[in-house]
């Protein structure tokens, strides 16, 4: 039964002689944010490398290929990225460092007749990587600043085996996983005892070109405690989607409602985000709108929460309501290095939601904020690797962002 999923994957494969060369692509991000709010009370400010990544597609033969990407943000920040408002895997106020096996997925797709005519595919995936949940990974989006909602909206670093299939402009997705989240940027799932405790399934319609309407649903089995004692978490997710050209340029755009409950709706957490990002010539303008709930946990230090993580931790809800708009503008390429300058600016305010113990005002001493981020993101080689998308998923383009 372990064989069953690489024997399906080997089916959908289309033998040719013969390797084709890997699409290899590297990009990083030098940033430097000023925040006028943090769980210390006093204005800060720090210079971090984000986004290190390696990423290659590699088409072995038609039909199946590898999907590899490497995160190095263990070694730039290990200590996580200031940003009001992040949260996840103990992180409080700073945005986590990923796993260093961010990626590393086996696919395959085949087109198959259906109905009597061409035009259906069915696909297959396994390994490490992204859950058929949700939006695509902020990594992937061009803002700098990740939103609050990214552990309600994405899945992601898991031990995953999943299938499509595909008619028309709809696309179904189902996938089993292992509930547990990484600790720490070195740590591989837990396989013996997790794997296949969750699941998740998505249905996408591309009714035209660039667009795209997505619904997800998810069961994540005791996320945030390891050995498997935690709160179980009922995820759903709606998304509308464009990517496509607009008035001579680039447009791209994204609205997404997601909640996620725990403990049978004691604890429901609820995101609204829409977004827009606007390329023509060497300038990217971005604009980001976000009203998204937060647990507040019980804090070892300003910016940690304990790990593992039981329900009883859990002080209270935050909300917070963002407004992130910023510009980028393409500095030159040279062959296959880019560089781009990037200025970013965040507004928002820390609501108390509910009648828990916990108060903004006591933790940060007011109840807005604002974060300033300039920098310059650095990419080399292939452009467009879709974190998320795999076999036939992936839109008939191909791998966008």
Not at 136 to 140: H, K, T
């Given at each position: 039964m372990r064989l069953a999923p690489a024997v399906l994957l080997m089916a959908l494969a289309h033998p040719v002689a013969g390797q084709t060369r890997p699409e290899l692509s590297a990009e990083a991000t030098v940033v430097m944010h000023q925040a006028s709010t943090t769980p210390s009370g006093r204005p800060l400010g720090e210079i971090k490398v984000v986004r290190p990544v390696l990423m290659a597609i590699w088409p072995i033969r038609h039909g199946l290929g590898v999907r590899i990407t490497v995160n190095l943000e263990g070694a730039t920040m290990p200590a996580g990225e200031l940003s009001p408002g992040a949260w996840g895997e103990g992180f409080v106020d700073r945005r986590h460092p990923h796993t260093y096996a961010h990626e590393l997925i086996l696919e395959g797709r085949r087109t198959i007749g259906c109905f009597g005519k061409p035009g259906c595919a069915i696909g297959g995936f396994l390994g490490k990587g992204y859950v058929p949940f949700g939006s695509?990974?902020?990594?992937?989006r061009g803002f700098v600043r990740y939103p609050v909602n990214h552990h309600l909206a994405q899945i992601l670093e898991r031990a995953v085996v999943g299938g499509q299939f595909r008619v028309g402009p709809a696309t179904a997705e189902?996938?089993?996983f292992n509930g547990d989240e990484p600790e720490r940027p070195g740590q591989w799932p837990r396989i013996g005892g997790r794997f296949g405790d969750s699941w998740a399934v998505r249905l996408s319609i591309r009714p035209a070109v660039g667009f795209e309407a997505a619904g997800s649903l998810a069961t994540v089995h005791s996320p945030e405690h390891r050995p498997g004692a935690g709160a179980d978490q009922h995820k759903r997710h709606i998304a509308l989607s464009y990517d496509a050209r607009a008035a001579g340029g680039n447009?791209?755009?994204l609205a997404e409602w997601a909640e996620t409950s725990e403990l049978d709706g004691l604890f429901v957490f609820g995101s609204r985000l829409?977004?827009?990002e606007y390329q023509r010539g060497r300038l990217t303008c971005r604009y980001r709108?976000?009203?998204s709930d937060r647990p507040e946990e019980e804090r070892l230090t300003p910016y940690r929460s304990a790990r593992p993580r039981l329900e009883n931790a859990i002080l209270g809800e935050t909300r917070w309501r963002t407004h992130t708009a910023g510009a980028a503008v393409r500095?030159?390429?040279a062959r296959t290095l880019s560089a781009e300058l990037i200025v970013e600016g965040t507004a928002g305010r820390i609501a108390r939601r509910g009648a828990g113990a916990f108060d903004p005002t006591t933790v940060y001493g007011r109840t807005s904020f604002t974060v300033v981020s300039t920098g310059i993101r650095l990419a080399w080689g292939q452009t467009g690797h879709r974190m998320g998308s795999y076999g036939a998923a992936?839109?008939?383009a191909g791998p966008h962002h």
């Open positions: 695509a990974d902020p990594m992937v189902a996938a089993l447009l791209r755009a829409a977004e827009a709108f976000e009203d500095l030159g390429r992936v839109p008939a």
